[in-house]
């Protein structure tokens, strides 16, 4: 939780149209992300960028060309989108509250070097990657743009659709609060694929798990051999997830699977992710949205994403067929 010694600034800027609300990361945005790496053993060390008039520009377009639909959910929730270096990941999404501890709205922030370097297509197979040791016999490559789309501005898209997720997330109920502990209740995302031990830990249920899976660590030092690929993979391709990222915890859950959903469902875009070896492709992953195992998630995103209406900003404010 991020807190806001001028909440008013915050609350004005929310006011912009929801694609001019881009910045620098704040002094107390860098003091929590600080906070947090350290916390986390991560050597990142966070640093504001000034958005350019090309950066605006990019993002501008990225938020622009999104549906309708997703940007009426996201505006009434989100307050900015900060730029920086050395985040310790792509993303961040968290919550911004005044000093009473009331909540103003989401920031997502975005690591503008870990872009920098790609396009679409670059971006999403080096973040597939991350799990895994570079020196192994397998490697993932993911197309999720066409020629002609393969731009850093169609990874900022993705990237974006990814921590709206989390937006949405913060602002309804069917995923508990992550800033609060887990209350005994039913939710309505949480429940499709996961559980909560005593100790207020998420487990996937039995049938969601698969090998490998805890083990898959994206930003952290533990990285698994290249050949440990293709095991993952395959469990992941018995599970109801979307992706190996998505496999890590409820809240990535249900960012991969909005991020997905609107990418290839609403959008029409490319979703391929194929297994090489020696840089050939040896095997393509299932189309988690074209599978039965997806049906659950499907329709919870048709009902999600189709009754824009019956949404307000209000947080725990969902569609009736949504809550649990």
């Given at each position: 939780m991020i807190i806001a010694p001028d909440p008013q600034a915050w609350k004005a800027r929310q006011r912009l149209p929801l694609h001019e609300r881009i910045l620098a990361l704040p002094p107390?945005?860098?003091?929590?992300?600080?906070?947090v790496n350290l916390a986390s053993n991560l050597d990142a060390l966070?640093?504001?960028v000034a958005p350019t008039p090309a950066l605006r520009r990019e993002l501008g377009d990225a938020i622009?060309?999104?549906?309708?639909?997703?940007?009426?959910?996201v505006d009434p929730l989100l307050l900015g989108v900060c730029l920086g270096h050395g985040l310790g990941s792509s993303g961040i999404t968290d919550i911004v509250a005044?000093?009473?501890?009331?909540?103003?709205?989401?920031?997502?922030?975005?690591?503008?070097?870990?872009?920098?370097?790609?396009?679409?297509?670059?971006?999403?197979?080096?973040?597939?990657?991350?799990?895994?040791?570079?020196?192994?016999?397998?490697?993932?490559?993911?197309?999720?743009?066409?020629?002609?789309?393969?731009?850093?501005?169609?990874a900022m898209q993705y990237l974006l659709l990814h921590e709206f997720g989390h937006v949405l997330s913060a602002g309804y109920s069917f995923l508990p609060a992550w800033w609060a502990p887990v209350p005994d209740q039913a939710f309505a995302w949480l429940d499709l694929s996961w559980g909560v031990d005593a100790d207020g830990r998420f487990l996937p249920l039995s049938g969601s798990d698969f090998e490998l899976r805890g083990m898959?660590?994206?930003?952290?030092?533990?990285?698994?051999?290249?050949?440990?690929?293709?095991t993952a993979c395959a469990g992941l391709e018995q599970s109801d997830f979307s992706s190996l990222y998505g496999a890590t915890n409820p809240y990535d859950d249900f960012a991969e699977c909005f991020a997905s959903y609107v990418h290839g469902e609403l959008l029409g875009k490319p979703q391929v992710l194929e297994v090489l070896a020696g840089g050939q492709a040896v095997?393509?992953?299932e189309h988690f949205w074209r599978s039965p195992r997806s049906l659950a998630k499907?329709?919870?995103?048709?009902?999600l994403l189709d009754v824009e209406a019956e949404l307000t900003s209000e947080a725990g404010s969902v569609p009736e067929a949504l809550a649990a």
């Open positions: 107390e945005v860098c003091d929590l992300v600080r906070q966070p640093v504001p622009a060309g999104m549906p309708a639909v997703v940007r009426g959910l005044d000093a009473e501890g009331r909540i103003l709205g989401c920031v997502v922030l975005l690591d503008i070097g870990m872009l920098g370097p790609h396009g679409a297509n670059s971006w999403a197979s080096w973040k597939e990657n991350l799990p895994f040791l570079p020196d192994g016999d397998f490697t993932l490559s993911a197309t999720i743009a066409t020629p002609a789309q393969d731009t850093r501005s169609g898959v660590d994206f930003y952290g030092k533990h990285k698994l051999n290249g050949d440990a690929l293709v095997a393509q992953l499907r329709r919870f995103m048709e009902l």
